[in-house]
């Protein structure tokens, strides 16, 4: 049974010290699952997320299978 | 269209002429417009010696993709070029090159700064700046319109 890829990057990977991880998919349902499985907290607007490298936002659906990517605000350019 | 993310010191122009005499017959256009990001020695009145560049392999070139088809639904223009940097960046280096080729001036301009500013907003790169005291990770781009 697949599970769901989660990426962090940046300042979050570094504040949590989670690059990749893989998560059983059971009572997860949304973004804002996953974030609050891994770190215990909500999410909040300095948090922003991907789903298969699309962006989404907090109640975003997550299905087994999916890469969740978190990270900060960006600062390119 | 095309969007490349570079490692290492790249030279703008030389990648504008080289798309130009490539990718678009002469005669088409009649207006180019660019733009050129370079890196500065300052930041919130500090020095800064050096600059890391992170991004989502994948998703960073997906979104500036995007970001290109969608100025392509706003305006007529012929092609458009961005080259962005990835990695460490020494101050005075470029970080990154938008240009538009259309047939008049108003698309090309307006698409470039359109694609300048949604690169700004929405494209997954994240700076760290390496300072006397250490680093620290860059919290927020300025805003493009403050001078105006």
Known sequence: MSSIRVRMFASLRE??????????P???ATVADVWR??????????VLA????????PETPVREGDEVAFFPPVTGG | ?????????????R??????ETR??????????????????????????????????????????KIVAEARDQWRFLDALIVHRVGEIRPGEPIVLV?????????????????MEALKHRAPFWKKERRDGGTRWVARNTDGYDGY
């Open chain 2, 24 to 65: 678009l017959s002469p005669g088409s256009y009649g207006a180019t417009a660019s733009f050129v990001g370079t890196m500065r020695d300052f930041n919130e009145g500090d020095r800064v010696e050096e600059l890391f560049l992170e991004h989502y392999p994948g998703m960073t070139e997906r979104e500036l993709e």
């Open chain 1, 37 to 46: 499985s891994l770190t215990g907290e909500a999410m909040t607007d300095q």
């Open chain 2, 15 to 20: 990648w504008l002429l080289d798309h130009q």
């Open chain 1, 26 to 28: 059971e009572g997860i």
């Open chain 1, 50 to 57: 991907a789903v298969n490298m699309e962006y989404a936002r």
């Open chain 2, 99 to 115: 240009a538009v080729w259309s047939a008049h001036r108003g698309p090309a301009f307006d698409a470039c700064r359109w694609i």
């Open chain 1, 15 to 24: 504040r949590w010290q989670i690059d990749q991880v893989e998560l059983k």
């Open chain 2, 1 to 13: 269209m095309a969007v490349k993310l570079v490692h290492g010191s790249f030279d703008p122009w």
